[in-house]
């Protein structure tokens, strides 16, 4: 298990659990990403510049991570432009039908042990281990 | 007023515990999927640590009439399971494995510049005005209402 990085990981979670605990604690909001996205791109009058401002926060946090933890972008891999425009359509068509990615189904809801929840997280992690099984192992992709 | 300036922060907060955390690199996230190559753990871990925090706090938030600086919380309610619920995350998780990025992830790099991850938001709008678009064309031509009310509503 080469990567492995038990500690930042678990502190950086935990940073990510103070955030999603902040937005319900003071604004009663849940913090998951695509349905944040989704409610800017098709607004509803009152209910947008909240998301505005978390997707603000989120870029402003991304360049901050630019300048003092620059490591944050080392891709690693990074897949082929056809393959990146497909996972990108599924990942917006499939948050949406499912309502949820791995923020809102994956930290908020299992935490509250919605069964929606936890059954989508299972779900949606077999599936990507079946696509990184297919791409990495059959298709023998090196990246 | 307020509750904009928690939203910043809380999206700068989130974006700093991805970056920490590693999951904006999709090394990682390709590696906690690959079950049968050289698995890479970490993913857990930041579950772990956000789920350990937030179940915290949602059991303080369900003692409470209302959040601090809000009228009333907004929760998701449902607790049936659907076919678009399973499809959708089965959909979105393919899509995570062939690309390594989920939403926060892929939006908080932006800010690398990088090209390719520019590309994969785009697409991931164009997701999302898909769905919009099938589940309209079903409500008009059908007169069924594939969308249940909360659909636009995350988990």
């Avoid at chain 1, 189904?105 to 949606?124: D, E, K, N, Q, Y």
């Avoid at chain 2, 955390?21 to 857990?44: E, H, N, Y």
């Avoid at chain 2, 992830?105 to 697409?123: C, K, M, N």
């Amino acid at each position: 298990m080469h990567n492995f990085t038990p500690f930042a990981s678990l502190f950086g979670g935990l940073l990510i659990g103070l955030s999603a605990s902040a937005m319900l604690l003071l604004d009663g909001k849940i913090a998951g990403i695509s349905g944040i996205l989704a409610g800017v791109l098709k607004p509803v009058r009152g209910d947008t510049l909240w998301r505005v401002c978390f997707l603000a926060g989120l870029l402003a946090g991304g360049m901050l991570l630019r300048i003092f933890l620059p490591t944050a972008f080392n891709f690693g891999i990074i897949r082929p432009l056809p393959m990146l425009i497909i996972a990108g359509l599924l990942v917006g068509f499939g948050t949406r039908l499912g309502s949820g990615c791995t923020s809102g189904h994956g930290v908020c809801g299992i935490s509250r042990l919605s069964p929606r929840s936890l059954v989508a997280t299972g779900t949606f992690i077999i599936a990507g281990a079946l696509v990184v099984y297919l791409v990495n192992h059959l298709m023998g992709s090196s990246v | 007023m307020k509750t904009l300036l928690t939203s910043f922060v809380s999206g700068l907060v989130f974006a700093l515990g991805l970056g920490i955390s590693g999951m904006t690199r999709p090394v990682k996230v390709i590696g906690f999927l690959d079950f049968f190559g050289a698995w890479d753990a970490s993913l857990a871990f930041v579950m772990i640590g956000a789920i350990a925090v937030y179940f915290v706090a949602y059991r303080m938030s369900a003692k409470m009439t209302s959040p601090l600086l809000a009228p009333k919380f907004a929760l998701p309610t449902r607790s049936d399971l659907d076919v678009k619920l399973i499809l959708g995350a089965a959909i979105f998780g393919a899509g995570w494995g062939l690309g390594g990025f989920c939403p926060g992830p892929a939006l908080t790099a932006i800010a690398s510049g990088a090209l390719p991850v520019i590309i994969f938001v785009v697409a991931m709008g164009i997701g999302m005005f898909l769905h919009t678009w099938v589940t309209e064309l079903g409500t008009s031509s059908s007169g069924l209402v594939i969308s249940s009310p909360d659909s636009t509503q995350d988990a």
